[in-house]
């Protein structure tokens, strides 16, 4: 009988032998580099083609752009082009290259290779989901020597600059784009940046190893070349196991981790957290103003005032989550205090709507004239936006009226909600470090205007923001004007500024993100001994 | 038995045409409805194609027209349908790429989830459904119902999430170089999908064998002095068998749908991930496909069960002839 402990001891080790030789077909663990957790497996990461934001985590460290834009400051700065001038109409753009670039194959960087990365998302056959349009009404461009490159465009078009920063139009190699074509290319990526494309295995895993020809690093980053050998970037679609491949040590840095996963990890102590703000529009729901009850400004108004956002954003996102005051987030370039939209206030919106003439019927609904206010809200699926929905769905059914909401699924679903038009506020939202984001959504007739506003004032104030080569200073009042009117029509509800809830393990060190904010700058990173 | 020299040939044959034809309709059924049900359901691809650019109506149209979406419903379909029948899957609406590639990239590691799983699934659906239906009222009975009544209620994300905390704590407590939970790994996916799948063998075995041990036939082996475990193995288990085979048929598509939850939960790579994705995107093509694929693992799954199901079961194989 005495035995019989060892015994187990001696099941159990062979349990675990067992167990060991199944789990570790990975690699070695000594030195296995860096293991970074993507929240979405992306479908195709060709960057000039595709359009997640996903693939830039790795990508825009395997390509330089033209230009980049200072992580603190947003100022555009060199990279591979040294230097650059606008002309006075604001419709030409030459850039003088860095004469010292080759591509990670070998291949010289030159005026012509920018040309072939142009013509490369430009052609139709390719059917780029986002880099085409970023280049708006590019013309041509024109190869002047091997060091010259001009940019002409059809009207002014100050985000160009801001495009030509960003990882979707990254400099590849001509020779790779011509080898392997739209469809393979992305398996096979070429860039002149601090890593070197190594492996893509969908839904599996994207390898970078370190670049050790890199001599042109942009004054952004704050080494030469990079200090780690290899990241390997990992899928963690469910957001319930993030913060857990974090704990059990399978994963060095994860982002998007849920707010309360990250509020824990920060208590915790053992991580090191980040709270990276994304400027663009923050988490929002849009008024359809085409449709009764929300086309009155009173209904709009009330149920503005009826929505206690500060609450709604601490129950959903925790107790560190930026409010939105406004069309553009606040760390935005082009955000202004004074179209900050009014706080919760339940009298006021009770008022408002019995002044509008809705009185309480026998079951309690608010009515006018024989119709009950009834509204619809249409959630997207993702982004804690259905948890949003709820709670203002409860506030706005307290204050008297009848509420249905319904989550989209994907993006596809959520636009055909839109092209059916029988909501009343629907969830949408973009990301972007140029506040002439704001046209489309806000312009009578723009693409994304699903409020159907249309105003010529706004009209005019958008027009003069973003298409003409106005100064900066001038550009914030436009906008600060901007922002003025969407809160005085009530044609949006702000809920929640975007950040990204980031959080790394102790040893990794120098973790640091571009202006954008999702993407991280890889090459600063280091690993403590 | 003596039959004529013809007989057992003739009757395979009938019985493998009948088979296959069944089959075919099976398959042809699943993709219709598969192609339907996306595109009136679905929405439109090309507005997930293009939800980030800031793309005109007339770029979405041009897109629209470039997928060959504008065509008519039937026109795509008799398009497809020929297509299919010459063995083209298409192209990823999203990247082009040829659909059979696509997913032969992740057949892979799905197929070895699901055999793992399938396996683990055979082997604790067996040890659980025997303990709880021959010793209904001994501990270990009790505790083996109690476990198959877990495996068959609880949904394979929980199981899926307590498994990764369970061996995240035990590493950190016994075997920090275990790496169990590390993405792409096997066992703990095999293990959680296993589980689930186990629950309604167990189940099956344990109502036959509660039903078989009560029967007049196994009071008079016993009367015969026939031992307990002969008794279990020769005369209360064969009845029960035929049932736990088709059942276990039916487990390849619980496995496949399952593999869904468990890849995602366990961030492996695979053909469940590929689906979501793929519906997700839009990407019809894909989708298809992977129906297509789905339908017939089903039907030769379920084929090859009811071949062995009527070796186990006499009455079965004369009803066939």
Partial sequence: MTLRPAHWRLRAGLVAVVFFSAGCSTPSTTNRGVTYGLTLSPTGIDPHLNASAELGIPLSSVYDTLVVQDPATGEFLPSLASSWSISEDGRSYTFHLR???????????????????????????????????????????????????????????????????????????????????????????VGTGPFRFEEFVPNDHITLTRNPDYAWAPSIYRHATAQVERVTFRFYTDPATRALALENGDADILGELPPHDWDRLQRDGAFQVESVPIPGQPMQFLFNTRRPPTDEWAVRQALLLALDRPAIVETVFGPSSPVAQGPLSINSWGYSAAGSFPAYDEAASARLLADAGWVPGSDGVLRRNDISLELSIVAPSWGYNPEVGQL????????????????????????EAQEQGDYSAIGLNFFGTDPDLLRPMFTSGGIYNWMGYSDPLLDDLLGRAGGSAAAAAERSELYAQIARIVRDQGLLIPIRDYVNLVASHRRIQGLRFSYAGWFPLLIDLELAS | MVSPPDRPRTRLLTVVLRRALSALGTLWAAVTLAFFALRIAGGDPTHSLLAQGLASPEQVAALRSHLGLDDSLTTQYVHYLGDLIQGDLGESLYTGRNVTAVIGEQLPPSLQLALSAFVVSLILGLSLGLASGWYPRRVVGRVADALSALATG???????????????????????????TRAGGLVLPSLTLGFGASGALARAIQAGLLETSAAPYLVAARARGIARGARLMWHALRPVLPLAVSLSALQAAFLLSGTVVTETVFSRPGLGRLLVSAILDGDYPVVQGLVVLGAAVYTLTHSVAEVIASHLDPRLRDAEA
């Avoid at chain 1, 409860?394 to 319904?406: D, I, P, Q, T």
């Fill in chain 1, 392 to 415: 203002i769905e409860a506030a706005w059914e307290a204050l008297g009226a009848r509420v249905e909401l319904r989550v989209a699924p994907s993006f596809g679903q959520l636009k």
């Fill in chain 1, 99 to 189: 004469s010292d670039v080759h591509f990670q194959d070998g291949e010289p960087f030159d005026a012509e290779a920018v040309a072939a990365n142009i013509d490369y998302v430009l052609d139709p056959d390719h059917h780029s989901q986002k880099a085409v349009f970023m280049l708006g009404p590019l013309e041509d461009v024109v190869v002047g020597d091997s060091q010259t490159v001009t940019f002409l465009l059809a009207e002014p078009y100050p985000p160009l600059l801001d495009s030509l920063s960003q990882v979707y139009l990254g400099m590849a190699s001509p020779k790779a784009l011509e080898t392997w074509g739209p469809v393979d290319y992305q398996f096979h990526q």
């Fill in chain 2, 154 to 180: 609880l949904p394979v994300a929980i199981v899926g999430l307590i498994a990764i905390l369970a061996a995240a704590y035990l590493s950190r407590m016994f075997l920090p170089a275990l790496a169990l």
